[in-house]
């Protein structure tokens, strides 16, 4: 198992970062009525995690048994019945899915699977009648019909069930939805926090770590937790013991936006232009997706860049991401975006080098 | 609708005055309306004005006053936003009940016009095509209907419909009024809340009961009786005027490494974008030694950046543009880029 | 409005019905006369079997009737389901000159002899070895239309001397059809229903009919060539494991013929299924032979035998013409030569002996805009518009007259007038869609710009990101308004085009330039497959992988878990990014065979100075 999920705190109590927030939840759930909630932040801050451990304050030990289906859903959509098929994780007391999976049918995977658990809702000791949770994931990328019926079926069967909603940018959800939920805002933990989970994990292994170590592990991840634990394994599996300056291997696609970038600054012509495409390509084909390229360019060539060309190139960034949103093929406006930097940087390689 | 927990119900809710007299702060509009309620007269309504003001409180007031809860249910009908109202739900829902005659027996002490009701909520996000299939039904059916429309902006009803209507504007609520308000829920509720509290809720909610009424519950719920304004700002989503602080003067250094790590932090902060750019328009508007032209160039990009965001565009890259535009302006530096033509 | 256009409608069809009918009147002839000698009774299903073996035998008996049953089984027969034999039999007069001139022997077959060398062999060793040998007796032959697919196994068969039974079935394909089938009682079973029992009849009971004699002695190959159609979810997933179970448990050498119908857009969705069930087939046991287009040369060679059968007198030019035309359908090109040898006086519209001269001009005639009566396809003159925009032609300098009237462009902004009709014209000429047009001039135009020109490839990128924006608004528009859709359709198309043109200031004089085929559809479907594969694994509760966000899993979990070794086998291939910035060539979806051909093709329209 991968220490990401071996460590991964179980009850709201064992939670090395966000521990007020998580102690809030804890009151929260202590008076037996718990309302919608909406989790946000950056990735890897623990939002999983702290909406795992939530349920599992909520229902005990049992969320914890799921079983993983492939559903097919058959809804009836005014005119026409729709096939989907959607994967979800579910417990007695809870169901996990990814809505956005399902693309433009979206809306009505949420009103079935709702209409569904508010039909079969579990019955609990007392003989009343309990409810279920719904753990939606990647709220943001809901189409806003959805998020609009998601609106309607919240207020509809709020006494059978309680949405969990989670997402990374609270602003691509809409008010009506965030206005109906408690919104807990996750941020990402801070490089000591990180640190201080690190050499947790480094205690429970029995690692020996040398000083500035986890530091330097906290500084690469970028404040992602997820991504720092699994670069510490990494960095475990390459070398042990420890060296202080050892490498930390980066992400392999990283390193090839590396090349990429340096490829650009070498040379800036038409045919410099098509090998970046073909590297591009080969980005693309491994499912990275292409606002991460874009992001991760950036943010190569920034460094590499005088002050007075940044604000420009930044500019042209912000300008085809946009564009890369709004269109469908986003080699087209990756290569716009790498065609405008040579062009910018060419013109100031000439103007001050003659 | 499915039964509630007491606990569960929304404030709102239960804090909605029953009767149009109650209504906070609408003076004109509530007198008006109850020399309407006295003859039990009344014509079409619009009611405009900003979130939270009590413009759905009025509309479904009035209508319990008219007909009781007895009556209610058969001579009133309410859709809004959420309810699909398309062409078609104009052209047959409506039709069909606006289409059914009423009498005028009396229910009690209700005064029981001869007509329905129905409450438009939210009715500026109706299409244009369903607004005009509705000026048609609103001149067949006036004799046993009555329209109530609801909206924030009157200029996205078409002119037809808004002149068929007598217009209330609502005005946004003062501090006082919203803080006799949520003092008399919060001894309701048993809170404790001291006046720093007091006046971030009114700060942040901006003149919208309803959302103050919500942040009140949700910071209840979360910290228990006794609230501080710390735990306000937290529920509410509203980003710590620090936070705005200092990405503000990070693009007043015109230092680009500066702003692009404090914009990372804010990303990585989790602060929603499209917030922390009203918070920052918020802030600079404000500001006297940053001159009228540099606002514009600043607001221009907000705009942008704001529309980017809506079609999902890539937060941190917006931002970012936002901060060197941002800086660039206060630095003077110069506005359009060197190599562009 | 509704009503009133109801009893128009009766009008019109009652036209068609009695065009429509005529040959359904003739078929029912036919078909008592076939019930005669064939029996077909109406309980299909039961007596399959010894229809079967009775239009075996007959068909090898007498070849009068046989005719019969090609015309029969041609037409709108409705009563006949089962198998065809192939006619083998030559009309003399007023046929097509494709059916006159099948190929009668593997050396007339234009297909390249490697393959029809590679199937006939296949053949063989399934035929020759008995039946008890554990073989996999599928095989899966794949290829663009007309590239001789089907003939290839009937050459084969007969040269093998065995058997060739078709699979065909006469569904209603009209709805007036369909209307009479069911007036006259028979029940509408939908081909892939037809298929299902099909499969399951040769899976329990094999096709030889013990009650044949001689069929006995000889040996069968069964053609699968007319799969249904597939539309949705569910029929796919039928279709799948119906072929699935045939390949595996068949016993009769049996040859699946899938049409690849261009792979033009890998975002279909169809598209994608026939890969995929090309994949299962393949994955069943099945061997895959994919035959390439016939190389100009090979039809070439067949349209001048032709010619000198049919006494008609085509020049070589004419042939080299029709030959590239049809893109390697030599259907098409036969077609196309009759067609054109149709024309009353063929040899006026080309006057080649006179000299070259002439004859350069009245090739550039030919070739100009949508003057070629035979272009199998959009392809060539889709390249031939490519290659305007991306040469750039314009008049030269001197020539240009500087008007004081116009309204004044800034420096940068006056380019010379175009050498071409307007970019809209020819796009209509080209009859290209506007993503095919936009994919390649993004594929192709970084070749044409200078060297020196990095500003210009901006502008140009940019151009197309705006088209490209503007395709991509037509997703919403697509199911509502069909016209506003050909709208914005046009405008992107005008907007790559001219963005091409307006952009590129400089453009290389070289000429030569091969026109690639966008390799962006190719990313995009190895894209497609990876994202799949992934989120079928992500299904799987192990390793914490389970319905993250997919990004995540993209960049984070992978790569780690390739550092760590946790590497399952099948995600090997998912992931390997190498270095050298070639793509990677996963050979499970992306047979090289076929990125070969098709470069090898494109490669031979290569644009010259038009």
């Known amino acids: 198992m991968l220490w990401v999920d071996k460590y991964r705190p179980r009850s709201l109590d064992k939670v090395i970062v966000h521990q007020d927030v998580a102690q809030n939840l804890k009151k929260l759930v202590s008076e037996q009525d718990c309302p919608h909630l909406l989790f946000y932040g950056p990735s890897g801050a623990g939002k999983k995690t702290l909406i795992m451990a939530l349920l599992r304050q909520m229902f005990g030990a049992s969320v914890e048994k799921v079983k993983v289906e492939n559903k097919n859903w058959k809804v009836d959509a005014g005119s026409r019945t729709l096939d989907l098929e959607l994967t979800t994780l579910s417990s007695t007391h809870h169901v996990e899915l990814n809505p956005s999976d399902a693309g433009f049918q979206d809306r009505y995977i949420v009103q079935e699977i709702i209409k569904e658990m508010a039909k079969n809702r579990p019955i609990d000791t007392k003989g009343k009648k309990g409810f279920k949770v719904l753990v939606l994931n990647e709220v943001d990328k809901l189409s806003r019909e959805a998020q609009h019926s998601l609106r309607r079926t919240m207020e509809k069967y709020s006494a059978s069930c309680r949405l969990i909603l989670c997402c990374n940018s609270s602003s691509k959800v809409t008010e009506a939805v965030r206005s109906r939920c408690l919104n807990v805002r996750i941020n990402a933990p801070k490089e000591e926090e990180i640190v201080d989970v690190l050499e947790f994990i480094g205690r429970k292994e029995g690692l020996q770590l040398p000083s500035g170590f986890a530091a330097r592990i906290a500084e690469k991840s970028n404040r992602s937790l997820r991504r720092a634990i699994l670069s510490f394994e990494t960095c475990r599996v390459q070398q042990y013991p420890f060296t202080n300056n050892q490498l930390i291997p980066a992400m392999d696609w990283e390193v090839y936006v590396l090349e990429i970038a340096s490829d650009i600054m070498k040379e800036q012509s038409p045919k410099r232009l098509f090998q970046v495409r073909g590297k591009v390509y080969e980005l693309l084909s491994n499912c990275i997706p292409p606002e991460i390229i874009l992001k991760r360019l950036l943010f190569e060539l920034l460094k590499k860049l005088d002050s007075e060309l940044k604000h420009e190139v930044c500019h042209w960034a912000a300008y085809y991401e946009h564009r890369m949103r709004l269109g469908q093929k986003a080699i087209f406006h990756i290569e716009a975006f790498v065609a405008k930097f040579m062009s910018i940087y060419k013109g100031f390689l000439i103007s001050t080098f003659g | ?341 | 409005m509704g009503k009133r256009s109801k009893p128009i409608v009766v009008v019109s069809s009652s036209d068609d019905d009695d065009d429509d009918f005529q040959p359904q009147r003739r078929n029912h002839t036919f078909k008592s006369s076939a019930q005669s000698s064939f029996s077909v009774p109406p309980p299909r299903r039961s007596k399959k079997q010894q229809r079967l073996s009775n239009s075996c035998s007959k068909s090898r008996t007498d070849s009068n009737p046989f005719d019969q049953v090609k015309l029969f089984c041609e037409g709108f027969d409705d009563g006949f389901t089962g198998f065809h034999i192939l006619a083998d039999k030559r009309n003399q007069k007023k046929e097509l000159w494709v059916d006159k001139y099948r190929p009668q022997s593997l050396e007339e077959l234009a297909v390249h002899k490697k393959k029809v060398e590679e199937v006939r062999k296949w053949f063989e060793e399934r035929l020759n070895r008995a039946k008890q040998e554990n073989y996999n007796h599928a095989l899966l032959i794949t290829g663009q239309t007309g590239i001789g697919k089907s003939e290839t196994v009937r050459v084969i068969a007969s040269h093998l001397g065995a058997i060739l039974c078709e699979w065909k079935t006469p569904t209603p394909t009209i709805w007036q059809e369909h209307v009479h089938n069911s007036g006259s009682g028979i029940r509408y079973t939908s081909k892939l229903d037809e298929f299902e029992n099909f499969v399951e009849r040769v899976r329990k009971y094999g096709l030889i009919p013990s009650s044949d004699r001689k069929g006995s002695q000889k040996t069968h190959i069964l053609l699968i060539d007319d799969l249904p159609v597939i539309s949705g979810k569910v029929s796919y997933e039928r279709l799948r494991s119906c072929l699935h179970l045939l390949v595996q448990s068949i016993h009769i050498p049996t040859a699946i013929i899938v049409t690849d119908c261009g792979q033009s857009d890998s975002a279909d969705y169809s598209m994608r299924c026939w890969e995929e069930l090309q994949l299962s087939i393949q994955s069943a046991g099945g061997c895959k032979v994919a035959f390439n287009p016939v190389t100009v040369n090979s039809i070439k060679k067949t349209l001048s035998r032709i010619c000198r059968e049919e006494h008609k007198t085509v020049t070589a030019e004419q042939n080299d013409l029709i030959a590239k035309a049809s893109g390697g359908d030599i259907r098409h090109a036969i077609l196309s030569l009759q067609y054109f040898c149709l024309k009353p006086n063929p040899m006026l519209s080309l006057s080649l002996s006179d000299g070259t001269p002439t004859y350069s001009e009245e090739r550039s005639k030919m070739y100009d805009g949508n003057s070629l009566p035979f272009g199998r396809d959009e392809t060539l003159s889709l390249f031939h518009a490519l290659g305007k925009f991306l040469h750039n032609k314009r008049a030269p300098q001197n020539s240009v007259v500087s008007d004081k009237d116009t309204f004044c462009l800034k420096e940068q902004f006056i380019r010379l007038p175009l050498n071409m009709d307007a970019p809209e014209k020819v796009l209509c000429q080209a009859h290209g869609q506007a993503k095919t047009v936009t994919d390649f001039l993004h594929e192709n135009v970084l070749d044409f710009i200078n060297e020196e020109a990095i500003n210009d490839a901006w502008t140009v990128s940019s151009y197309l990101s705006d088209a490209d924006t503007l395709l991509a608004s037509l997703n919403g528009l697509l199911l509502r308004n069909y016209e506003a859709s050909n709208i914005v359709q046009s405008a992107a198309a005008s907007v790559a085009a001219r963005g091409v043109l307006f952009g590129n200031t400089h453009p290389l004089s070289s000429r030569w330039h091969a026109v690639r085929r966008p390799k962006m559809w190719q990313v995009e479907k190895s894209m497609w497959h990876k994202k799949r594969e992934m989120v079928s694994q992500r299904s799987v509760p192990c390793n914490g992988m389970n319905l993250t966000d997919f990004s995540v899993i993209t960049t984070e979990w992978r790569p780690s878990l390739k550092w760590l070794g946790f590497e399952e086998s099948h995600s090997e291939d998912v992931h390997r990014v190498t270095k050298d910035g070639s793509m990677v060539q996963d050979d499970g979806y992306d047979d090289p065979m076929c990125i070969d051909e098709q470069t090898t093709q494109t490669t031979d329209d290569e644009i010259e100075d038009w």
């Open chain 2, 1 to 341: 609708m499915a039964p509630l927990l007491q606990s569960s119900q929304p404030w709102v809710e239960k804090y909605r005055p029953r009767q149009v007299k109650d209504v906070a702060h609408q003076d004109e509009v509530v007198r008006v309306l109850t020399n309407t309620l006295e003859t039990a007269n009344c014509p079409h309504m619009l009611f405009y004005g900003p979130p939270g003001t009590g413009k759905t409180t009025t509309a479904l007031a009035i209508a319990h006053e008219l007909y009781g809860p007895e009556l209610y249910k058969s001579r009133v009908l309410e859709l809004n936003a959420s309810d699909d109202r398309g062409i078609n739900v104009v052209r047959t829902k409506i039709k069909n009940f606006a289409a059914v005659a009423v009498g005028t027996q009396r229910h009690g002490n209700y005064p029981c016009p001869p007509y329905k009701i129905i409450i438009l909520d939210e009715a500026d996000s109706m299409t244009e095509d369903a607004q005009n299939a509705l000026r048609r039904t609103m001149e067949t059916y006036s004799k046993v209907t009555r329209f109530f429309f609801i909206c924030n902006y009157i200029s996205r009803i078409i002119e037809p419909l808004a002149s068929r209507c007598a217009k209330f504007r609502f005005k946004p609520l003062t501090d006082e009024i919203m803080n006799d308000r949520i003092a008399y829920i919060c001894s309701a509720e048993g809170l404790d809340l001291d006046p720093e509290a007091l006046s971030t809720l009114s700060s942040i909610s901006q003149g919208d009961l309803r959302r103050a009424i919500t942040y009140l519950q949700g910071a209840a719920r979360l910290f228990g009786s006794s609230i501080l304004s710390t735990d306000l700002v937290t529920v509410s989503g509203v980003i710590p005027e620090e936070v705005v602080q200092a990405l503000y003067s990070t693009c007043k250094s015109g230092n680009f490494e500066l702003a692009e790590k404090e914009v990372s932090n804010v990303i990585a902060e989790g602060y929603p974008v499209s917030q922390i750019i009203s918070q920052l328009f918020d802030l600079i508007v404000g500001l006297d030694d940053v001159s009228d032209e540099q606002k514009a160039r600043i607001f221009k990009k907000m705009g942008e950046a704001d529309k980017c965001l809506i079609d999902g565009a890539d937060e941190y890259l917006q931002l970012l543009d936002v901060a060197s535009n941002a800086m660039r302006a206060l630095c003077n530096m110069p506005l359009e880029f060197p190599s562009e033509f």
